[in-house]
Each structure stands twice: as structure tokens, then as C-alpha cells.
């Protein structure tokens, strides 16, 4: 799934993937207070939410001025860490999920590909609960060179359509 930016006048557009589309969205609605709250909802859905040439424009003015005091810098970097850190945790959850799974097969002798969704239970209630320990942040990257792509389409965009 992807978020396609269609600019309303040319032929100009931006693409993101789910993953770095809504750390880039929600920044621009914290950061440029461009995005009015009611409308904030429109930013993180594909479904045709209209920004004017004067609110990308605005945008691209208020994303310059994060990028050049170094904002957009700092929150790049501390999303880097906040993702080592979900990775880190992230693989000692793996680790608790194979362990699971090969106490599963051992319990019930059943064979190697038996999957979570036909684990008996308890089993089944036990990967649900360790699974839910994941963090998702680790899967939401944010960069200011993505930053400077959708400024550039922003201003180059005469308004658009997230599609």
C-alpha cells in the first residue's frame, strides 16, 4: 500500500510507501501547523484529500525553515535511534516466538510447518500475547532527503491529491 500525491494542475507527483508516508505526514501536520486539525485525518488515508497551491506551499516554506534550523535533522535522527531500539526489542521478541513455536511442535508433535494461526491452545493465546510486544516503530522511517522530495513537489505541485 502507497500514498500517491497527484498534483491537481500537471503531471507532477510524489510517492511514498505506507511506511515512510506516515512518519513524513505526521510531521508535516506537528511541525508546519499548515493542516488544519480537522482535515489532519485526510493525511494519513488514500482517499483523495485535497491540498491547495497555497497549503503546499506554506508546507514547503515551513519544511525549509525545520530543515535549515535543523529540526527536521534532530527528529530524523531520533526516529533512527527510536527505530535501533524497536529492531533491538523487536528481535528478542522473535526469539520468544521461535522458542514458542518449537515447544509447540515438541507439545503436540506436530511438524515443522505448522503455522501460529493453527496453534492449539494455550499456544495460540500465548504467541497472540507475545507478538502484541512488538514494536511497530521500528517499520516507519523518516529522512530529511524525503523531506526535500516532497518540498520540491510541493512547491512544483499547484496543489494536490493524496490518492
Given at each position: 500500500?502507497?500514498?500517491?500525491?497527484?498534483s491537481?494542475?500537471?503531471?507532477?507527483?510524489f510517492?511514498n510507501?505506507?511506511?515512510?508516508?506516515?512518519?513524513?505526514?505526521?510531521?508535516?501536520?506537528?511541525?508546519t501547523?499548515?493542516?488544519?486539525?480537522d482535515?489532519?485525518?485526510?493525511?494519513?488515508f488514500?482517499?483523495?484529500?485535497?491540498v491547495?497551491?497555497?497549503?503546499?506551499?506554506?508546507?514547503?516554506?515551513?519544511?525549509?525553515?525545520?530543515?535549515?534550523t535543523?529540526?527536521?535533522?534532530?527528529?530524523?535522527?531520533?526516529?533512527?535511534?527510536?527505530?535501533?531500539?524497536?529492531?533491538?526489542?523487536?528481535?528478542?521478541?522473535?526469539?520468544?516466538?521461535?522458542?514458542?513455536?518449537?515447544?509447540?511442535?515438541?507439545?503436540?508433535?506436530?511438524?515443522?510447518?505448522?503455522?501460529?494461526?493453527?496453534?492449539?491452545?494455550?499456544?495460540?493465546?500465548?504467541?497472540?500475547?507475545?507478538?502484541?510486544?512488538?514494536?511497530?516503530?521500528?517499520?516507519?522511517?523518516f529522512?530529511?532527503?524525503?523531506?526535500?522530495?516532497?518540498?520540491?513537489?510541493?512547491?512544483?505541485?499547484?496543489?494536490?491529491?493524496i490518492?
Amino acid at each position: 500500500m502507497g500514498f500517491d500525491l497527484y498534483s491537481t494542475k500537471n503531471d507532477k507527483y510524489f510517492r511514498n510507501n505506507v511506511w515512510w508516508w506516515r512518519r513524513l505526514a505526521s510531521y508535516v501536520i506537528d511541525k508546519t501547523k499548515v493542516v488544519d486539525e480537522d482535515k489532519a485525518d485526510g493525511w494519513h488515508f488514500n482517499d483523495g484529500h485535497e491540498v491547495s497551491r497555497e497549503e503546499a506551499h506554506q508546507i514547503a516554506n515551513q519544511l525549509e525553515f525545520l530543515i535549515k534550523t535543523g529540526d527536521a535533522k534532530a527528529y530524523e535522527d531520533e526516529v533512527k535511534k527510536e527505530m535501533e531500539e524497536a529492531e533491538k526489542h523487536n528481535e528478542r521478541v522473535e526469539k520468544l516466538l521461535q522458542q514458542l513455536e518449537k515447544r509447540v511442535i515438541a507439545d503436540t508433535r506436530c511438524d515443522t510447518d505448522v503455522v501460529p494461526r493453527d496453534y492449539p491452545e494455550p499456544y495460540r493465546a500465548k504467541w497472540e500475547k507475545i507478538y502484541g510486544l512488538r514494536r511497530i516503530e521500528s517499520s516507519y522511517p523518516f529522512s530529511v532527503d524525503n523531506v526535500k522530495e516532497f518540498i520540491k513537489f510541493c512547491r512544483e505541485s499547484d496543489g494536490f491529491r493524496i490518492c
